[in-house]
């Protein structure tokens, strides 16, 4: 569990902690650079709105620390947090999301995070949370802790590695229930029909779906979208 009140400290060597913020939208990037760099112990060096973006920031600065989001358009935040961890050993991971679906939180740590946090973690502990990323243990937003411990008391998962979706097959499930077609997909998403297809054909084969139908009803079960109103 995180603190309830904490104090600003500085890292013994004198470092700042370097962190680089990638997050689509301008607002949430600009609020947390602004949260961090008025730490005395942190330093921001880079921001990105796409997990391509945040890759090359990572290349190029070597930071401590790399906040990244979920959902951004393009190449997905878990690919991204593979190849980090590839060549950038020394970065931590740290995805700060709005997600508290079981089966990011599964990718997020089989991608080589350290920490899960949730972007309503108010703003002390998220700065404590981070240094003690930055430190070496890794960091779960505690309302997570709890629910996981809730589920498995329930019910243990049989087969969840046959049922984890990642993000774009959530997207394209997504946007197939809500009735739009492939090609439509394909264009809101900004990527190719045949990527689409690929994403439909692996997502049907993991939930072992076969119509339009099935793929509604997993949907809504998953909480991927809502359930229709009754009249």
């Known amino acids: 569990m995180f603190p309830t009140k904490l104090d ?3 890292l013994a060597s004198g470092k700042q902690i ?19 760099e008025d730490s005395p112990d942190f330093a921001v060096v880079g921001e990105a709105a796409d997990a391509s973006e945040a890759l090359k920031q990572v290349l190029q600065h070597r930071p401590d620390l790399i906040l ?11 690919e991204a947090a593979r190849l980090i961890e590839e060549h950038c050993a020394g970065t931590r991971i740290v995805y700060l999301t709005m997600h508290e679906d079981q089966e990011y939180l599964l990718q997020a740590f089989r991608s080589g995070a ?4 949730l972007k309503d973690t108010p703003a002390p502990q998220l700065l404590q949370a981070l240094r003690e990323i930055h430190g070496g243990t890794r960091q779960l937003s505690p309302r997570l802790q709890g629910r996981m411990a809730e589920d498995r008391a ?19 499930m997504k ?13 809101r998403l900004g990527v190719s ?13 993991k939930l072992d779906i076969h119509n339009k139908a099935q793929l509604v ?15």
Do not use: W
């Not at 009803?217 to 009249?231: H, L, N």
């Open 8 to 10: 600003p400290i500085r």
């Open 18 to 36: 370097r962190c680089v913020i990638a997050d689509d939208h301008t607002l949430l990037r600009q609020g947390v650079r602004r949260l961090l």
């Open 68 to 78: 990244l989001d979920i959902s951004m358009p393009g190449m997905s935040s878990f």
């Open 114 to 117: 350290s920490g899960y946090l």
């Open 154 to 172: 329930r019910s243990p998962r049989v087969g969840a590695e046959k049922t984890t979706l990642t993000p774009r097959e959530r997207e394209v």
């Open 175 to 187: 946007l197939l229930a809500e009735g739009h077609s492939v090609r439509q997909a394909a264009e």
């Open 193 to 205: 029909i045949k990527t689409v297809e690929a994403h439909k054909f692996n997502l049907m084969r």
């Open 217 to 231: 009803t997993a949907a809504i079960r998953k909480k991927i979208v809502s359930p229709p109103i009754p009249m």
